[in-house]
Nanobody
Framework: QVQLVESGGGLVQAGGSLRLSCAAS????????MGWFRRAPGKEREFVAA????????YYTDSVKGRFTISRDNAKNTVYLQMNTLKPEDTAVYYC???????????????????WGQGTQVTVSS
């Protein structure tokens, strides 16, 4: 079955960096656009970043532009989220998700994603 497994979360001070990884199995990775979402306590799940199946296009929510970088390695079936200059408001559970590349939907839309990981906690202290 399809599995998405996130890793790399943890506790970091404001201004620090973390690199999240999401390893996919059970699917043809290059047939999927990949996204990162997050859910902060008491808030809805929100879009963070996405990358097209080929890696040629990337998308970010405004609050992380210039600080976060999404990338993928199709040979390793893995997507990454490099997070720099972290802020306390970045504290959340981060999820990776897979969206079929042929679905034609909006990469920003949580409902377009078919598969989800279990999440990894990122805590940024002030």
């Amino acid at each position: 079955q399809v599995q998405l497994v996130e890793s790399g979360g943890g506790l970091v001070q404001a201004g620090g960096s973390l690199r999240l990884s999401c390893a996919a199995s059970g699917l043809t990775f290059s047939n999927y656009d990949m996204g990162w979402f997050r859910r902060a306590p008491g808030k809805e799940r929100e879009f963070v970043a996405a990358i097209s199946w080929s890696g040629s296009s990337t998308y970010y929510t405004d609050s992380v532009k210039g600080r976060f970088t999404i990338s993928r390695d199709n040979a390793k079936n893995t997507v990454y989220l490099q997070m720099n200059t972290l802020k306390p408001e970045d504290t959340a559970v981060y999820y990776c998700a897979a969206k079929p590349r042929f679905s034609g939907g909006n990469l920003y839309n949580v409902y377009e994603y078919h598969y989800w990981g279990q999440g990894t906690q990122v805590t940024v202290s002030s």
